[in-house]
């Protein structure tokens, strides 16, 4: 009975309720062509109230609040949000029109991996890169599509083919170079090639502190942040296909400046008539001579007329070995990239699945081929609650091609006479490891075929490596009164490659390992103690990553004010294991393999030393936990000002128990003035005019090292037989996180309707507390040196983008140029030895000198050519000299001459986008230079040595 009393007095004052409120009603519009927008409309009031709807299929909506003073937003897709400030009651119609967004600066969101932050509203450093501007680029992964049209981004190519790529320059000397990948809120841990870019929607680089400090001791040398496609709701089914051919070109052979085979002739037979081969000669370890070499030896001997040794060498010098590798060894190759994908949704439900497949055949015909699932939900589960899901799924296979240059060997180095075939393109033997005199004697020729022929080879290995990758996780939020939302995510991926090398009794490594081992017994008998038949090597890895974040988010709108933030914690476990082993005397048909002893040694059949077989086994594992905590904010004012600040503490298991050790506070701030937001501002045609500045600390940490003492376990010990360990790491209590400190100072803009718009960004980094050596005292029996937390660099640049739409109309032409300055010097750094040639080694290599940039060039001081003989001179002892011997261990660092940094100072590119009747065109250009570089000169250890 008393709960129907209580029931009674509500119902009564319903009417009391009903009448303190007022209908508020409109219609929102495109200011396009003033049809109805589907709209999202929130009202805010002073008191912390809140009051949202969507407009119907008429544009209108209604809505019943009390009376008073409200900040009015109104959103649509594809449209600028609108608000203004309104009084309740209304005296006349109210009716908004939406401008469409394209080319609209101030619509543009970014990600950081935990939010989504308005651009106009940010104060980091930020550079989004939109699918329509990536799919413009071809590349095999997403990086490659990155190198032409990013800001602030370098890419170094002097190691490797694939290359490193930095962000606003280098921030560590010997840690970890590369900067974070995050792929969908999540740190990613497998390889890069295996996303799809076709899955791609977009990349957001964070360049400074403030933007990346979100992201602990991991965002040292900068964060990119890949967001997925996913499915919209409310939408009707879509289907995408895309595909695209690329022909690979042959490269260039002749590029660099080699000896000519008339050349390599002379200078082996001047060296002949001095002595050099002498000990070759005579060498119980009979190593390879060039077939000139050995010609030379019969004509010494009188066994081969002068008439025919200049007749073969005459044969010898028409021939180029860099012709064969351009008629047998190298092709055109072929890259394929299709993908189709479908997507929808409901009004609770949004769905997107994806498939990908990559077939790329490069020069050497080695093939990569890729597969690619990815399968996306969003669920509307209750009215505040929201689910999340993603699956990925991606499987490659590698195969390996044919050896190239490099690959192809024969004494030190390949002779540029060497022939692969004959005249009607049969394969011919060359030269590899031993004397053609030493192979045609009778011992030998009990023994397996000991020949090499280049051409042939490639054809008895199988070099594949399957790769499969995995990747699951969640997003489950629920939106909580007053602006809250509470999150939890889960990320777990595994990636595991299997690499299988099946050597046939055709390769030559088979043939030539069997016959090192073999055993001539004293009737002649041959016996095998590595069983005839093909050698299987497999490497098995797996990598295995869990992530958790628990996150709460805090967004609230008031007339003047605006309060975005978050706090939360997150765990992740990343752990990898590799197992390796080989295989004697397979017989792929019959499934046998041999039985091998490793206990003993056996006398090489060529030397006699005593050597074990070699049987490459190993397991290894690796662990690490990390725990974080972090929060971020950012208030805004009337739209104008704006103050951010973050802080993020990181624990990790690399540096003991030591809690001043374990745990990272790093923190970032940054104020932003948008000036066009001003009473005194007047200039019309200025749409935007921002200014923004940020301080902030990042970190690095090498998940390699290790602060107290770590042993790694062997195989079994050849003369014990039993398991033994060694020391990996010694203990180095003081080991800690690097941190790099970053100014950043920036200047939004945009004029004439988005006509002209950009950014100009200045920078200082000061990277501290660097891994780098350090001396030791050497009575401690580790060594003499150790790598601690003592290195320093300090850097500074310039960041400039500017966009252009310099024509519209039927003809359309818009342009974008991003240029970027850097300059970098070390400012702390132990070096161990300053002998002048350990600082000419390479092209990119640490200088660690002090005032110097990181990677500097040096050279030897040139002291011009001998008049007498026009021989090359240095400097000794403050005098030319020709002493090239006494030069080279007789320099040291102070002696040598400084060029310049090896990396470039000025980098960046230009892309321009014409249009004509739907048709499109986009040209990029990237650029470089303000950096030296070695040229490869004469290197006579590669002649003789």
């Known amino acids: 009975m008393r709960k129907i009393y209580i029931l009674i007095i509500l119902i009564g004052f319903c009417p009391f309720i009903t009448f303190g409120q007022d209908t508020f009603s409109g219609k929102i519009l495109s200011a396009a062509d003033s049809t109805a927008l589907p709209s999202n409309i929130e009202l805010a009031g002073a008191d912390g109230l809140a009051f949202k709807t969507h407009t119907d299929a008429k544009g209108m909506f209604l809505l019943r609040l009390p009376a008073g003073t409200y900040h009015f937003v109104a959103t649509a897709v594809g449209f600028k949000t609108y608000a203004l400030t309104v009084t309740i009651p209304l005296t006349r119609a109210f009716v908004v029109s939406l401008q469409p967004a394209d080319n609209q600066l101030n619509e543009v969101t970014v990600s950081t991996g935990y939010q989504l932050l308005d651009r106009t509203r940010a ?159 005579n060498s119980s370890q009979k190593p390879a001579l060039t077939p000139f070499v050995e010609l030379l030896i019969l004509n010494a001997a009188g066994k081969l007329p002068d008439a025919d040794l200049a007749l073969a060498k005459a044969g010898f010098a028409a021939h180029d070995v860099y012709d064969d590798f351009e008629r047998y060894v190298y092709k055109t190759g072929l890259n394929q990239q299709y993908a189709l994908s479908l997507s929808g949704g409901s009004e609770k439900h949004a769905w997107l699945i994806s498939s990908g497949y990559n077939h790329n055949v490069d020069n050497l015909d080695g093939a990569n081929a890729r597969q690619n699932l990815r399968l996306s939900n969003n669920f509307t589960l209750l009215r505040n609650l929201n689910l999340n899901t993603l699956f990925s799924y991606t499987a ?369 980094k000061h990277a501290s507390d660097l891994f780098g050596i350090y001396p030791i005292d050497y009575t401690t029996g580790v060594g003499t040196t150790v790598l601690r937390n003592v290195a320093e660099i300090k850097g500074k640049g310039l960041d400039l983008q500017l966009n252009g739409l310099i024509l519209q109309g039927s003809f359309t032409w818009g342009s974008t140029l991003n240029l970027s300055v850097y300059k970098d010097k070390v400012g702390k750094y132990y070096l161990p030895s300053v002998q002048g040639s350990n600082f000419l080694q390479a092209n990119a290599t640490v200088s660690g000198v002090e005032g110097l940039p990181v990677y500097s060039i040096f050279s030897y001081r040139w002291a011009g050519l001998d008049g007498a003989k026009g021989e090359p001179m240095g400097f000794l002892n403050g005098q030319p000299s020709k002493a090239y011997s006494s030069i080279i261990s007789g320099t040291k660092l102070t002696d040598l001459v400084f060029h310049g940094p090896a990396l470039p100072r000025y980098f960046g590119n230009m892309v321009n986008d014409f249009g004509c009747k739907g048709f499109t065109l986009s040209v990029a250009l990237s650029f470089k230079f303000g950096y030296y570089f070695r040229r490869k000169g004469i290197d006579y250890t590669n002649l003789f040595a």
């Open 123 to 281: 104060t980091g450093s930020f550079d989004k890169l939109d699918k329509a501007r990536l799919d413009q680029q071809v590349g095999k992964n997403i990086l490659d599509r990155l190198e032409a049209i990013g800001n602030g981004l370098t890419f170094d190519r002097t190691t490797s083919s694939t290359g490193k790529f930095s962000i606003r320059g280098t921030s560590t000397i010997r840690g970890p170079r590369d900067p974070l990948i995050v792929v969908d809120d999540f740190p990613y841990a497998g390889d890069l090639a295996n996303i799809n870019p076709e899955d791609v929607e977009s990349i957001t680089v964070l360049k400074d502190a403030a933007a990346a400090s979100i992201w602990g001791t991991r965002a040292g040398n900068g964060v990119i942040v890949i967001t997925t496609k996913k499915g919209k709701k409310n939408t009707p089914l879509a289907v995408n296909f895309s595909g695209s051919i690329g022909l690979l070109q042959k490269p260039n052979l002749r590029y660099e400046q080699r000896i000519s085979s008339a050349d390599a002739l002379d200078v082996e037979q001047f060296l002949f008539g001095k002595g050099y081969y002498a000990s070759q000669i």
């Open 396 to 764: 490659g296979k590698v195969t390996a091609g044919r050896p190239g240059i490099g690959g192809i060997t024969s004494t030190t180095s390949l002779y540029p006479y060497a022939a692969f075939a004959d005249a009607d393109g049969n394969p011919l033997p060359i030269t590899k490891n031993y004397r053609a005199a030493f192979l045609a004697s009778p011992a030998v020729a009990q023994l397996l075929d000991w020949s090499y022929y280049p051409l042939l080879d490639d054809q008895y290995t199988d070099n594949v490596t399957r790769l499969t990758d995995l990747m699951a996780g969640f997003d489950l939020g629920y939106k909580l009164p007053l602006g809250f939302k509470a999150s939890l995510k889960y990320n777990i991926e595994e990636q595991r490659t299997n690499r299988e090398v099946l050597q046939g009794l055709g390769s030559y490594y088979t043939r030539n390992l069997i016959n090192s081992f073999a055993q001539v017994g004293a009737g002649g008998a041959v016996t095998y103690p590595i069983p005839v038949g093909a050698i299987m090597d497999r490497n098995e890895g797996r990598l295995r990553s869990e992530q958790y974040r628990g996150q709460l988010d805090f967004n609230r709108v008031w007339p003047s004010h605006r309060l975005d933030a978050l706090v939360g914690v997150e765990w992740r476990k990343a752990q990898s294991t590799g197992v390796s082993g080989r295989m004697y005397g397979v017989d792929t048909d019959k499934l046998n393999t041999g039985a091998v002893d490793y206990t003993r040694t056996f006398p090489n059949s060529v030397t006699g030393s005593a050597a074990y077989i070699p049987d490459g086994n190993g397991l290894s594992q690796t662990a690490n936990n990390y725990f974080s905590q972090f929060v971020n904010l950012a208030y805004t004012f009337k739209d104008a000002y704006t103050l951010s600040a973050s802080a993020r503490a990181d624990a990790s298991n690399l540096f003991g128990v030591a809690t001043n050790n374990k745990w990272k506070p790093l923190w970032s701030a940054g104020l932003g003035w948008d000036m066009v937001k001003m009473p005194f501002f007047k200039a019309g045609f200025v749409d935007q005019l921002k200014l923004r500045a940020t301080l902030g600390f990042s970190g690095n940490a090498d998940p390699s090292m290790s602060g107290v003492n770590t042993i790694r376990y062997q195989v079994n010990s050849p003369y014990t037989q039993t398991p033994y360990a060694i020391f990996d790491k010694y203990a180095n209590p003081e080991l800690r996180w690097e941190t790099v400190r970053m100014l950043n100072v920036g200047l939004d803009f945009s004029m004439f309707k988005a006509r002209l718009s950009g950014s100009v960004e200045y920078y200082q």
